[in-house]
């Protein structure tokens, strides 16, 4: 759990010199998807308010558009993003180079190759109804083979890795690498290649929806949260064995939350009962995670004003709380009454995959792209701007989702409504909810943008890293002002003193992890 003693600028520019090639393939990628289905999200949104836009094209039917936007965004953005900070903090965390790229990088042009041919057979009338699990059968085989052969390589970097003590996003790392294969080779088998029979689909359907989050989502999301807050704020882990109470917390309990999302429903009632018990005591894990990275910010808050990677990452870790604590919520009965079949639910899984996976990434994307370039980024007012669409689109859509939700659940209960009636509760919420995807779009083109203009302007090295307007801060408190924010390979230490900056030349390791 302890950092490694020492890492050397020739280290760490070795080390990204050799995820250079795959891990800006995969940011690419992904972020031309995360762009091209927030377009679906957008239209399928605003078809839940006029049905009857784009009738003339059946392959833009609501039945169509809706689950090739969840899979665009899922396997398209999330996926092969979070793979692509998982390789790159890893090898920082093992200070082990790639012996090559080649294979990597092509493992992640057939990744999305793969993605490309699902969404498009989604689109063409393919598609298999299955919840998380949409892409037709024959592009299924196509990602499984393209994660593996991209995976592994997180597993050799960690078996060659310098003898350090393990620090923990590793632990949370390592463990999504190893459960998404199992997982998604085991749900196509009995869902899609092998159809199991009976009313076991929901069950393994649900199983296999609920860990997507539980052991690949939130293991990449909260890895990165753990390297990079006391990466920045120069500070270690608050509490190493809390860390790991959470880490191993999550893992024992989450596999059993997934038939939340079948009760009332025909399967055994026990199923149920272990999934509510599961959920409750996925609390401990939670206020783990949440002690652990509040107590490793406290006193540096300020920071959040300065620097673009610390803002999202932290919008990202306080959504997980929330998030996490109202699924808790929702796996209760009681209250599973009022949400069930509802756009609450809808609000919620946005919440998890957008506002805590995705604000993280963005973050970690803001974080890492400047040490593969050697450049810094070349406006922090589009991170600004990207940053501010994304918050406030975000909290638009899920308020509108959870309120409009809410109305809906509590007219269902009712016997003197109409279910049509109760649909019609949401129809206002629902026209917000489309505002909001418009202002997610824009912040989605302007990170693109954004992305795409570091990459293609003339080879430059900055002066300093990217960081939004300083405040000034107290000059009897600098400990508390400094963070490590370098983007390039020697590191400094930027301390606060009156309205500017002090740089201190340092190795970046005064933080616990290199």
């Known amino acids: 759990m302890s950092a490694p003693e020492s890492s050397s600028p020739e280290e760490r520019r070795i080390v990204d010199l050799s995820m250079r090639r795959p891990v800006i393939t995969l940011f690419g990628f992904a972020i031309l998807w995360l762009i091209v289905g927030s377009f679906l999200g957008l239209a399928s949104a605003w078809k839940l308010v006029q049905p009857g836009i784009l009738d ?17 965004v899922a396997y398209g953005w999330a996926l092969p993003a979070g793979l692509g900070v998982a390789l ?58 393209s994660f593996v052969s991209a995976g592994l390589w997180v597993a050799v970097l960690f078996q060659y890795r310098k003898p ?46 609920s860990n997507l989050f539980g052991l690949w989502f939130t293991p990449i999301g909260l890895g990165a ?7 920045i704020v120069a500070r270690p882990v608050f509490s190493a064995s809390l860390a790991q109470f959470g880490f191993w917390a999550l893992i024992v ?34 206020l783990a995670v949440a002690v652990t990275l509040h107590g490793t910010m406290r006193g540096d808050f300020h920071a959040l004003k ?54 993280i990434l963005f973050g970690a994307i803001y974080f890492i792209m400047p040490r593969l370039t050697g450049g810094e980024w070349p406006s922090a007012k589009l991170i600004h701007w990207h940053f501010w669409l994304a918050a406030i689109g975000l909290l638009l859509m899920v308020a509108a989702l959870t309120i409009g939700g809410l109305l809906q659940g509590l007219a269902q209960y009712d016997p003197s409504v109409s279910f049509r009636t109760s649909l019609e509760f949401a129809t206002p919420f629902r026209i917000v909810r489309g505002l909001s995807g418009i202002l997610l779009l824009a912040g989605h083109l302007l990170f693109g ?61 005064v933080t616990s992890n290199p």
């Open 88 to 145: 790159w903090i890893m090898a920082r965390l093992c200070r082990t180079a790639l012996p090559s790229t080649r294979w990597l990088t092509n493992a992640a042009i057939f990744w999305n190759l793969g993605v490309l041919i699902g969404v498009v057979g989604i689109l063409a009338g393919h598609g298999t109804s299955i919840e998380w699990l949409d892409f037709p059968g024959y592009a299924a085989p196509i990602l499984f083979v």
């Open 306 to 359: 300065s620097s673009p990677t610390l803002r999202f990452t932290v919008f990202g870790a306080m959504t997980y709380t929330v998030v996490a604590l109202q699924g808790c919520l929702m796996a209760i009965p009681s209250l599973n009454t009022f949400t069930h079949f509802t756009d609450f639910t809808i609000g919620h899984a946005h919440l998890g995959l957008y506002g805590f996976f995705s604000m």
């Open 225 to 231: 949260a753990y390297y990079l807050i006391p990466k």
């Open 449 to 509: 943008l954004h992305f795409f203009w570091m990459l293609w302007k003339p080879r430059m090295t900055a002066a300093g890293p990217t960081l939004f307007d300083l405040q000034p801060t107290p000059e009897d408190a600098p400990e508390r002002n400094a963070f490590c924010h370098s983007s390039l390979g020697s590191g400094s230490l930027l301390v606060r003193r009156g309205p500017g900056l002090l740089s201190i030349p340092c190795s970046c390791w």
């Open 164 to 209: 350090d003590p393990v620090f923990i996003s590793e632990w949370y790392l390592l463990a999504a690498i190893l459960s998404f294969p199992w997982l998604y080779a085991a749900a196509n088998i009995l869902l899609v290649w092998s159809p199991v029979p009976g009313s076991a689909h929901g069950p393994i359907n649900w199983w296999y929806g």
């Open 56 to 72: 003339s094209f059946p392959w833009l039917a609501f039945g169509r558009l809706r689950p090739a936007h969840v899979s665009a």
């Open 253 to 286: 309990f989450y596999v059993w939350t997934g038939m939340n999302h079948l009760i009332g429903g025909p399967v055994p009632v026990w199923m149920i009962s272990v999934s509510v018990v599961a959920s409750v005591l996925l609390l401990v894990a939670i």
